[in-house]
Nanobody, 118 residues
Framework: QVQLVESGGGLVQAGGSLKLSCAAS????????MGWFRQAPGKERDFVAAISWNSNIYYGDTMKGRFTISRDNAKNTGYLQMNSLKPEDTAVYFC????????????WGQGTQVTVSS
């Protein structure tokens, strides 16, 4: 089992920045891919970004150039730096983990709310 706890969400004005953290425990974090997803009210969960166990990085189309995903295996923590935030970025942000080579993310955090005011 892997336990994930997000933090760093909050209220920010449009154009501002937030940095989300995802603290992992329970297994060797360095062997897991980590992803960030978000879900706005009434909408499906969307892919935001992912970083593989060996640090390959992927972004959703609308996040490229504004969001940066990273990880610190020594701290068992992943991060999502979000810049130039827009009201449409308002959502609950979830981190997720999957063992390297797996297809589906098996482990999810509880989510952290990000609200961007116009």
């Amino acid at each position: 089992q892997v336990q994930l706890v997000e933090s760093g969400g909050g209220l920010v004005q449009a154009g501002g920045s937030l940095k989300l953290s995802c603290a992992a425990s329970g297994r060797t974090f360095s062997l897991y891919d980590m992803g960030w997803f978000r879900q706005a009210p009434g909408k499906e969960r969307d892919f935001v970004a992912a970083i593989s166990w060996n640090s390959n990085i992927y972004y959703g189309d609308t996040m490229k150039g504004r969001f940066t995903i990273s990880r610190d295996n020594a701290k068992n923590t992943g991060y999502l730096q979000m810049n130039s935030l827009k009201p449409e970025d308002t959502a609950v942000y979830f981190c997720a983990a999957r063992y390297r080579g797996d297809v589906n993310y098996a482990y999810w955090g509880q989510g952290t709310q990000v609200t961007v005011s116009s």
